[in-house]
Structure formats: structure tokens, C-alpha cells
């Protein structure tokens, strides 16, 4: 076929495509770049932009089924210690994520917190396996700890509780005792970071953190009225990778107090690590 008539059939074919989309008989697609661009998920590389995602972009699924959940506790050797944990793993009939959350607790609270609202049995009925711990001398961990905290999540990491995956880690408050110092020595074990108003977030060197690329959501209560609420994102800000989320209506615990907005922001995350 000549060029000319490849042109003019080219011409042909553009000038009744633009005329159906026009009339509204034909709607053009989205297209995947624009919807990247207007919620700030990919950086000119192609990589996530952590710092400016969208991660409120999706809405919770309304038909997802937690019923057949599978719940699982138990207690295992962590650094000569008994640790009680709670497992949720998804149901038989949802497929594996590959993801695995793992939780830690504030000074007021237990694993069982997880539960009780509602983050174990969601995050685990989108295929993650969902793990959460009573830190020692918390809940069902009676005995307590003196030892290197940054080593006993190593250990919990590398047990066979965790299958040697690189979890999500999420540690609100007092917890941040164990993950602060982890994270500026083995951030490479884990796959995403959510600090929520952490202690310690001036234990590690700015030196250091300033080199972690952990993606990493900064969360806190805007109405947190503890020091803990200026301080971590004051400190954590310097990592590559984080992005600070001040939650509404919310004071120190604010995964409890807004539970269906951090569950929003924990999904997004989830799905955005996934890409």
C-alpha cells in the first residue's frame, strides 16, 4: 500500500474517532499516566512519589467478606521470651497478597487492640497476612525485657511466625522504643514503615535516617496533644521516602479514634506498595 493511502486511512480513522467521542457514542479510556500524574503517584523515574501520593486515592471496597477470616493465636520464643501474637490470615477463597503487616501496641494497649477495631480482620480479608504482638510485659507477655529492642523485632522478623517476609510495620507511641532504632539499622527487612506519634523519633541520628528509603507515613492526631506529636514529624520528615499524615479529629491514639480513615490510608498504602 502506498504512503499516501496509509496517511489518508490513518486520517480517516482519527477524524471518526474524535467524531464519536465528541457526540458521546464513544468514551475515550482513562488513561493510566494522566491518573498517575493528577494524584502524584509516579515521579518522573517511575517510581512512587511518597512524598506527594494520593493516599486517600481509593475508597475502601464495600463487599469485602471478613467472615471467614482465619484467626489464629499462640505464643513463641522471641529472645528467650514467651510472646503471645495474634495471626489473620486471609480466607481460603481470597489469594494471598504476599504482604504481611505486622503490629505492634502502645503503652496502654495490647495486640488485642488490632482486633477489637477491626485492622486485623480487614487488612487480612485483602490477602495480607496480619500479625500482632504483646510486647513484653504487655498483656500475655509477662516477662520483661532488658535486651537490645532493634534486635528483638529483628528476631520476631526472622522467626518463623513472619516466614522471612519483609513486613509493613506499624508502631504508635511507646512502641517506638523497639522500631525507631530497627528501622535505622535494618530498614531493608521491611517493605513499608507507620509510625503513629512514636517515641525515640530523636534516637536516630538525622545522619541516618536521611539515608533510610523505607516508604514511611508519618502519622498523628492533630489534636495529640503530647510532645510526641510535634516531634515526629519534626524528626522523621528528613526520610526520602515519608510523607507526614496529620489525622482529623484524633489525638494520641488516633488509629482509634478515626479507625475508618487509618484503615482508608493503611488500604491505599497497601495497594501502592503493591504496584
Request: hydrophobic share 40%.
Amino acid at each position: 500500500m502506498k504512503s499516501w493511502v496509509k496517511l489518508l486511512v490513518v486520517a480517516v480513522f482519527v477524524f471518526l474517532w474524535c467524531y464519536l467521542t465528541f457526540t458521546g457514542l464513544v468514551k475515550l479510556p482513562e488513561l493510566d499516566i494522566l491518573k498517575d500524574m493528577s494524584s502524584g503517584i509516579k515521579s518522573p523515574d517511575n517510581k512512587i512519589d511518597w512524598k506527594t501520593v494520593d493516599l486517600y486515592n481509593k475508597s475502601l471496597p464495600e463487599d469485602i467478606n471478613k467472615k471467614h477470616v482465619i484467626h489464629t493465636t499462640g505464643t513463641i520464643k522471641i529472645e528467650g521470651l514467651s510472646i503471645f501474637y495474634r495471626k489473620a490470615s486471609p480466607p481460603v477463597s481470597v489469594k494471598p497478597s504476599g504482604q504481611t503487616i505486622l503490629l505492634l501496641h502502645g503503652r496502654s494497649f495490647t495486640s488485642e487492640i488490632w482486633q477489637k477495631y477491626g485492622t486485623m480482620d480487614l487488612m487480612a480479608a485483602f490477602g495480607h497476612l496480619v500479625i500482632a504482638v504483646d510486647l513484653p510485659g504487655y498483656g500475655k507477655s509477662t516477662e520483661p525485657y532488658h535486651g537490645d529492642r532493634s534486635k528483638f523485632i529483628l528476631s520476631i522478623i526472622r522467626s518463623e511466625l513472619l516466614s522471612g517476609s519483609r513486613p509493613v510495620l506499624i508502631s504508635p507511641s511507646m512502641s517506638g522504643e523497639y522500631s525507631m532504632k530497627f528501622v535505622g539499622e535494618h530498614a531493608d527487612m521491611l517493605s513499608g514503615y507507620i509510625p503513629v506519634a512514636p517515641v525515640a523519633t530523636g534516637s536516630v541520628p538525622q545522619s541516618v535516617l536521611q539515608t533510610v528509603k523505607v516508604p514511611t507515613l508519618i502519622v498523628y492526631g492533630e489534636n495529640d496533644k503530647t510532645p510526641m506529636a510535634k516531634q515526629a514529624p519534626n524528626n522523621l520528615r528528613i526520610m526520602p521516602n515519608s510523607q507526614e499524615v496529620p489525622l482529623k479529629n484524633a489525638g494520641h491514639a488516633a488509629y482509634l479514634d478515626v479507625p475508618d480513615v487509618f484503615h482508608k490510608l493503611l488500604y491505599n498504602f497497601m495497594e501502592l506498595l503493591h504496584q
